[in-house]
């Protein structure tokens, strides 16, 4: 069995680069992973296309130059 997570990956004007599961949330199936990406994406006002499980922003914001969201998959020992 697997599950799904959300990834936000991002990298300052400093040079670091940080990521985390939004929200620590998982979800069960890829379709609803893929729902909740979709209302970040739309928080941001970036859209997004029925077969894609990810999105990225490079306008620096907030310290902030490249930012990236994706859903990976879990397996049962946690692996991705």
């Known amino acids: 069995m697997s599950v799904f ?7 300052t004007v400093d040079g670091d680069s940080f990521s985390e ?3 620590c949330r998982y979800f069960e199936d890829l379709e609803a992973a ?5 209302i970040i994406a739309e928080g941001f006002g970036v859209e997004t296309y029925d077969d894609e499980y990810n ?22 020992n946690g692996q991705a």
């Open 34 to 38: 893929r729902d909740a990406l979709v």
């Open 5 to 11: 997570i959300i990834i936000n990956e991002w990298s």
């Open 55 to 76: 999105f990225s922003m490079s306008e620096p914001t907030n310290h902030i130059v490249f930012q990236e969201y994706y859903v990976q998959e879990l397996g049962r």
């Open 21 to 23: 599961v939004v929200d």
